[in-house]
């Protein structure tokens, strides 16, 4: 088992630094790959970035390139998402998840367990 806990969101403004949290519970932590995915109102929830069990293998969606940053702390049982230059575009609900099997993924339905959400909302 596996329990997420996501902190860090608040209302920044355009061009703003954000980073989130993720800290898990269980020892399964370290071998899994973690995401990180973003639900706007009236949207479908949308990738956004992942890391591989040891954070040496990351992979963004082409909206937050260049701007956003996965990391991991196995040792703190807790993965990050650095956010800069944020825009109002990325106001939503950010959530983290975990998957158990497999690598690299962008398909929600492919992680097993999430965290609550936390509410990043960028004002202009």
């Known amino acids: 088992q596996l329990q997420l806990v996501e902190s860090g969101g608040g209302l920044v403004h355009t061009g703003d630094s954000l980073r989130l949290s993720c800290a898990a519970s269980?020892?399964?932590?370290?071998?899994?790959?973690m995401g990180w995915f973003r639900q706007a109102p009236g949207k479908e929830r949308e990738f956004v970035g992942a890391?591989?069990?040891?954070?040496?293998?990351?992979g963004y969606a082409d909206p937050v390139k260049g701007r956003f940053t996965i990391s991991r702390d196995n040792a703190k049982n807790t993965v990050y998402l650095q956010m800069n230059s944020l825009r109002p575009e990325d106001t939503a609900i950010y959530y983290c998840?975990?998957?158990?099997?497999?690598?690299?993924?962008?398909?929600?339905?492919?992680?097993?367990?999430w965290g609550q959400g936390t509410q990043v909302t960028v004002s202009s």
């Open positions: 890391t591989n069990w040891n954070g040496s293998s990351t």
């Open positions: 269980g020892r399964i932590f370290s071998y899994s790959v």
């Open positions: 998840a975990a998957r158990l099997w497999g690598g690299l993924e962008y398909r929600f339905d492919q992680y097993e367990y």
